[in-house]
């Protein structure tokens, strides 16, 4: 196999928020890379990762754990504190993954650009691709347990530090004034099933339905084959339903797959893009926020 060892140099420049498996690859040993695996739930693949990734645990420590809604992003503290315990410095360049293709990746790569830090880009199909291409996988505890740390650790500690920015991640009040707004666009994530309330919710408790003023864009509909559409499709896609509106707020389940809307319009050219963090685990809730059915 090709010796795939690279310098700093050949990843102090990412091609954009999307690298392909060869390009990790090539790079996949340089000084000052890191590969981050952000699976999450039935997608993750237990035991089998890119190698010398580390585990960014959405479901567990990369989350606030000490509210109702799922998924929440961590306070700046919390999240360096994380950061720092997987080995990642200010001046790393980060790749992240997920065992779905682009799944909860995306959200991984909006949370690190929330807290300042913008060395950071999603594997293109994540390990569906990476494997598809032939190249190897690694037993993540057998791996840990030879390098003297735990599966999906590092070796030591990093030195990264938050910097949050405002207005990436949002509230519901935010989404609140964006529906009121003519010159932003909310858009949906989840299934046409669950937006139109015909569909049931994962999640116990939820109303079914979505916000009024709405639309819906399914995050599986900006992909294909596992990997992300061209740009140009993704402009047509965003384009078809936001018209002229440049401001976009995403929405989904939990504040997951609204990313992959995220990385899309990011992909497609917006610049004026927010993430609704509790999503429909949020606005669903029994409450007075307005819900409506039917498409």
């Known amino acids: 196999m090709t010796d795939h060892a690279g310098t700093s140099d050949d990843v102090g420049s990412l091609p954009g928020p999307l690298v392909g498996a060869d390009w990790l690859a090539a790079r996949i040993a340089a000084e000052g890379l890191v590969v981050l695996d952000a699976s999450v739930g039935a997608h993750r693949e237990a035991g089998r990762r890119i190698p010398g990734a580390r585990r960014f645990d959405i479901d567990g420590a990369m989350s606030d754990g000490a509210g109702p809604l799922p998924h929440m992003m961590p306070g700046a503290r919390r999240f360096t504190e994380e950061m720092r315990a997987l080995g990642v410095d200010d001046t790393d360049t980060v790749v992240v993954y997920d065992a779905a293709g682009i799944y909860s990746s995306a959200r991984a790569w909006w949370m690190l650009r929330a807290m300042g830090f913008d060395r950071v880009a999603v594997l293109d199909g994540g390990l569906p691709a990476w494997t598809a291409a032939g190249l190897p996988v690694e037993n993540a505890q057998e791996a840990g347990e030879a390098g003297?740390?735990?599966?999906?650790?590092?070796?030591?500690?990093?030195?990264?530090?938050?910097?949050?920015?405002?207005?990436?991640?949002?509230?519901?009040?935010?989404?609140?004034?964006?529906?009121?707004?003519?010159?932003?666009?909310?858009?949906?994530?989840?299934?046409?099933?669950?937006?139109?309330?015909?569909?049931?919710?994962?999640?116990?408790?939820?109303?079914?339905?979505?916000?009024?003023?709405?639309?819906?864009?399914?995050?599986?509909?900006?992909?294909?084959?596992?990997?992300?559409?061209?740009?140009?499709?993704?402009?047509?896609?965003?384009?078809?339903?936001?018209?002229?509106?440049?401001?976009?707020?995403?929405?989904?389940?939990?504040?997951?797959?609204a990313c992959v809307l995220a990385l899309g319009a990011e992909l497609a050219g917006y610049r004026e893009v927010s993430v609704y963090d509790g999503s429909w685990s949020d606005w669903g809730r029994p409450s007075e926020l307005p819900v409506v059915t039917g498409e």
């Open 148 to 257: 003297g740390r735990s599966p999906g650790g590092a070796e030591r500690a990093g030195d990264f530090t938050a910097r949050p920015r405002d207005g990436m991640l949002v509230g519901s009040g935010a989404v609140a004034a964006a529906l009121a707004d003519p010159r932003s666009a909310v858009l949906d994530a989840r299934s046409r099933e669950r937006f139109a309330g015909t569909g049931a919710e994962p999640r116990p408790g939820l109303r079914p339905g979505h916000m009024p003023g709405a639309l819906n864009l399914p995050f599986g509909e900006i992909k294909r084959d596992g990997r992300m559409l061209p740009a140009h499709e993704l402009r047509s896609s965003y384009a078809a339903l936001t018209g002229e509106r440049e401001r976009l707020v995403v929405s989904c389940g939990s504040g997951v797959t």
